[in-house]
C-alpha cells in the first residue's frame, strides 16, 4: 500500500522514534472498542502517563470515525502543512485538532504540534504532544519486526505503515497482499538503507475490517 511521507518533517520523526525504540508499550487487557478508544483519547490529552497507546491504537479500528486510508484527514494534513511552511503556527495547530478529532493516531502529527508548540513558547503543551508521539511510535515499533507473518508489524492505517518503512530506510519498489492464517498481510519490497534487497511484512486486518464496516453501513442505508 503506498504512502507519502513528507521529507522535510524528517528530523521531527526521528526525534520521535529514536526514544520510543527503547520503549515497551504497557501490556493490553481491554477489548479494543469504540467506547474505549473515546476513554484513551482522553487520557492521552490529559497527559496520563500511564496511557495505553497499543489499547488505543487497536480501538482505533473500531471508533465511528476509523479513517484508515486517510480518505477524510488528507485534506487536513494538506492544510496543516500549507501552513507549516507558511510559518504559522497557530493555524497548523488549529487544523490538526481537525484531524485529530478523526485520526488521534496519527504520529507525524504529534511531533509536528509538539515543534509548533515549542515555537509558541508552549511547553507543557510541546512536552504533552511529544509524549503522545512517542507513545504511539513506540506500540507501533514494538508490535513486530516485519520479517515474517508471524511478526509481521501489526498497523491500523496506512500511515502508520508508512511511517515503519521510513524508520525502517526502506524504500518501496513494490507491494503485494497475502493472507496467512486467516489474516491479511501487505508485503512490501524494496532496498534498505545500504541498498539491498528487503522486505517488510504488515498486518492489515484492521484495515480490511474497517472498509468491511464501511461498505456494510453503506449497503444499509
Not at 467506547?35 to 496511557?51: F, H, I, M, Q, W
Amino acid at each position: 500500500m503506498a504512502h507519502l511521507v513528507r521529507n522535510t518533517s524528517i528530523g521531527l520523526i526521528f526525534a520521535l522514534s529514536g526514544a520510543a525504540w527503547a520503549e515497551e508499550p504497557p501490556p493490553s487487557g481491554n477489548v479494543p472498542s469504540a467506547a474505549l478508544y473515546s476513554k484513551l483519547v482522553e487520557k492521552a490529552r490529559n497527559g496520563d502517563t500511564d496511557t495505553n497507546y497499543t489499547a488505543l491504537r487497536l480501538s482505533y479500528a473500531q471508533s465511528d470515525g476509523y479513517d484508515p486510508y486517510s480518505t477524510r484527514t488528507h485534506p487536513l494534513f494538506e492544510d496543516t502543512w500549507q501552513a507549516l511552511n507558511a510559518k504559522d503556527c497557530a493555524a497548523a495547530i488549529a487544523k490538526s485538532n481537525e484531524l485529530l478529532r478523526i485520526d488521534f493516531t496519527r504520529i507525524v502529527i504529534h511531533a509536528l504540534r509538539s515543534d509548533c508548540f515549542e515555537q509558541l513558547g508552549d511547553a507543557a503543551n510541546a512536552s504533552r504532544e511529544s509524549a503522545i508521539g512517542r507513545g504511539l511510535a513506540a506500540s507501533l515499533l514494538s508490535s513486530g519486526d516485519g520479517k515474517s507473518p508471524s511478526s509481521a508489524y501489526v498497523v491500523v492505517t496506512l500511515n502508520e505503515e508508512g511511517f515503519v518503512l521510513h524508520q525502517l530506510g526502506v524504500r518501496q519498489k513494490q507491494q503485494s497482499l497475502v493472507s496467512d492464517g486467516g489474516h491479511e498481510y501487505d508485503l512490501v519490497s524494496g532496498t534498505d538503507k545500504t541498498g539491498q534487497k528487503t522486505s517488510v511484512y504488515f498486518e492489515v486486518s484492521n484495515l480490511f475490517a474497517g472498509l468491511s464496516r464501511e461498505f456494510g453501513a453503506l449497503g444499509h442505508r
